[in-house]
């Protein structure tokens, strides 16, 4: 039976310690001038500034550069709301074109282990893929969660790809080949050194 071909960026699993991944993340700021569309579930990088409030803030992430993490929710503050626009309570991507300013929930954790799609087309990944590093690629997302997926060209041992492929991810129907859920690792990681693949 062939891999649903279901995108939804990279999605939180567990730490390498074993333990579940439990909720946390970091509170960023996304500018409203900003151009970039970011969803639930996109990596992000420092955008090299920060809010007149102090919080540091993102931008959406590139394949073959560090990133800071992944989005896990999306908001305006007001009050106590922070991960809800009052304005508009079903927005659950952040418009390139903005007319204020957001702020996400970043797992920015380099201990944390993600799900995420192998993209489709090209030469599917096999067991040879694991341990080595990829590049992730940007895909549109579906107007909720992000369509950004595993690179299945160019995977090596260099340090500066995005992530590591720890291998399948270990439920049924999941298999080596088109649209493969994999387990990764942020190897190009803002908040620690990227390693050689293996």
Same mark, same amino acid.
């Given at each position: 039976?062939?891999?649903?071909?279901?995108?939804?960026? =990279?999605?939180? /699993?567990?730490? =390498?310690?074993?333990?579940?991944?439990?909720?946390?993340?970091?509170?960023?700021?996304?500018?409203?001038?900003?151009?970039?569309?970011?969803?639930?579930?996109?990596? /992000?990088?420092?955008?090299?500034?920060?809010?007149?409030?102090?919080?540091?803030? /993102?931008?959406?992430?590139?394949?073959?550069?560090? =990133?800071?993490?992944?989005?896990?929710?999306?908001?305006?503050?007001?009050?106590?709301?922070?991960?809800?626009?009052?304005?508009?309570? &079903?927005?659950?991507?952040?418009?390139?074109?903005?007319?204020?300013?957001?702020?996400?929930?970043?797992?920015?954790?380099?201990?944390?282990?993600?799900?995420?799609?192998?993209?489709?087309?090209?030469?599917?990944?096999?067991?040879?893929?694991?341990?080595? %590093?990829?590049?992730?690629?940007? &895909?549109? %997302?579906?107007?909720?969660?992000?369509?950004?997926?595993?690179?299945?060209? &160019?995977?090596?041992?260099?340090?500066?790809? %995005?992530?590591?492929?720890?291998?399948?991810?270990?439920?049924?129907?999941?298999?080596?080949?088109?649209?493969?859920?994999?387990?990764?690792?942020? %190897?190009?990681?803002?908040?620690?050194?990227?390693? =050689?693949?293996?």
């Amino acid at each position: 039976m062939a891999n649903v071909d279901r995108p939804s960026g =990279l999605s939180p /699993v567990r730490y =390498l310690n074993g333990s579940p991944y439990n909720g946390a993340g970091t509170l960023y700021h996304v500018d409203s001038t900003d151009g970039t569309v970011i969803a639930v579930g996109d990596p /992000v990088k420092s955008s090299g500034s920060a809010h007149s409030n102090g919080i540091a803030g /993102v931008t959406l992430g590139t394949a073959g550069s560090p =990133l800071r993490g992944i989005v896990m929710a999306i908001g305006a503050v007001s009050g106590e709301s922070v991960y809800l626009d009052p304005a508009a309570p &079903g927005v659950r991507v952040i418009p390139a074109t903005k007319t204020q300013d957001y702020y996400v929930l970043v797992v920015d954790d380099p201990n944390v282990i993600f799900e995420a799609q192998e993209v489709s087309g090209g030469t599917a990944l096999t067991a040879a893929a694991v341990g080595l %590093n990829a590049d992730l690629v940007a &895909g549109t %997302n579906n107007g909720y969660v992000s369509g950004w997926e595993v690179n299945n060209v &160019g995977e090596a041992v260099t340090a500066t790809l %995005n992530v590591r492929l720890l291998g399948l991810a270990q439920w049924p129907g999941n298999a080596f080949g088109e649209h493969a859920k994999w387990l990764v690792l942020i %190897n190009d990681h803002e908040l620690r050194v990227g390693s =050689l693949g293996l």
